[in-house]
């Protein structure tokens, strides 16, 4: 493998001085949140699964959500819109066109905020490094989210290994540092084990891979698939299992919508009714678009009764606007006002 020569020249100078002091006080305002509670300046955040879970899925709808602007999972908050590249480093890219198409019928598609690619497919991370970073400064010089979809995929002979893994792990490291950018990694589990009786041994945290790449990563969550009683998915729930920082959510439950095949944050989690119905309006307000009663059903997934006491409140009456059509149907709008 050859890098291009970097002399001490490339190299900044050592902080001290007047410098440290000045860097030592700019890190008590912490790390800046790009969703709180789940992404932060500069980390690295893996997300592992069995196959069919819908990682992809998830971190495609998380690619959208934060170049719009829009609190992920309907929840996490994101202070403003970033740029994000997603590589798509197995398969073609017409599944995640596929599924971008799916996702702009509910969400705006930021296109000056998105990059996607397969075509980096194309490039050995040993060999072609130097060639890796001209691409990522050619397509997404301001990037501030990088998704690697899945990361296996990146290595020859996976990340089972130290050596593959220990070599990903400082290249997506020299990435980072290079764009000051996060990253967000796909991966997979170790294969489901089984007693001699039958039965599913269950692992606290069934990692898969090198050392390396567990002490690389500054957060990590396991994505487990939730079904209902026919077997049939209904979200999937995400548990925390590394937080070298102390600031990512612990669990997140999300509950699978059929209507808008996206996944949200469920009832039983930290969201409350008022925010999952002001998300609904921030988008709609966005999008510039009419709405009804049974699409607010349809899209928040709340009751009947939480909707109409929702409607009571003054913070929410003086945002809408309400066309009466007939007896059996009224048009809703959002004000152009701040909320």
């Not at 006080?25 to 893996?46: D, F, H, S, V, W």
């Not at 980096?120 to 690697?148: G, S, W």
């Not at 920082?245 to 989690?269: A, F, H, Q, R, W």
Request: net charge neutral; with cysteine.
């Amino acid at each position: 493998m050859e890098f291009k020569k970097i002399t001490s020249a490339d190299i900044p100078l050592g902080i001290t001085g007047d410098r440290l002091i000045e860097a030592m006080n700019a890190t008590q305002e912490g790390r800046k949140p790009i969703a709180e509670g789940l992404i932060y300046e500069e980390t690295m955040l893996m997300v592992s699964s069995e196959p069919g879970c819908g990682k992809s899925t998830i971190s495609l709808q998380v690619a959208v959500e934060l170049a719009a602007g829009l609190p992920v999972f309907g929840y996490f908050q994101v202070p403003k819109p970033v740029k994000v590249l997603y590589i798509q480093w197995e398969r073609s890219i017409l599944e995640v066109l596929e599924r971008l198409k799916v996702i702009s019928e509910t969400y705006p598609i930021i296109k000056e905020n998105i990059v996607v690619t397969d075509e980096y497919q194309k490039l050995n991370l040993f060999k072609d490094f130097d060639t890796l970073m001209a691409c990522i400064e050619r397509d997404a010089p301001d990037v501030k989210v990088i998704f690697l979809d899945p990361i296996y995929a990146t290595m020859l002979g996976g990340l089972k290994d130290d050596r593959p893994a220990a070599m990903f792990t400082h290249l997506w490291g020299r990435i980072q540092n290079r764009f000051k950018c996060s990253l967000w990694y796909n991966h997979h589990v170790v294969k489901q084990q089984y007693s001699s009786e039958g039965f599913k041994i269950e692992k606290d945290d069934p990692f898969y891979g090198s050392q390396w790449l567990k002490a690389h990563v500054t957060g990590s969550y396991i994505m487990q698939e939730q079904k209902d009683k026919d077997t049939k998915r209904t979200g999937v729930i995400l548990h925390c299992k590394k937080d070298n920082y102390g600031i990512l959510t612990k669990t997140i439950e999300l509950v699978y919508n059929p209507e808008t095949e996206l996944c949200m944050l469920s009832d039983g989690s930290k969201m409350q009714s008022m925010d999952r119905f002001k998300h609904f309006l921030r988008l709609k307000q966005m999008q510039k678009k009419e709405f009804t009663f049974k699409e607010i059903e349809a899209e928040t997934m709340l009751c009947t009764r939480t909707i109409r006491a929702i409607f009571c409140t003054p913070q929410i009456k003086d945002l809408l606007n309400k066309n009466i059509v007939d007896k059996n149907k009224i048009i809703y709008t959002v004000k152009d006002i701040a909320f």
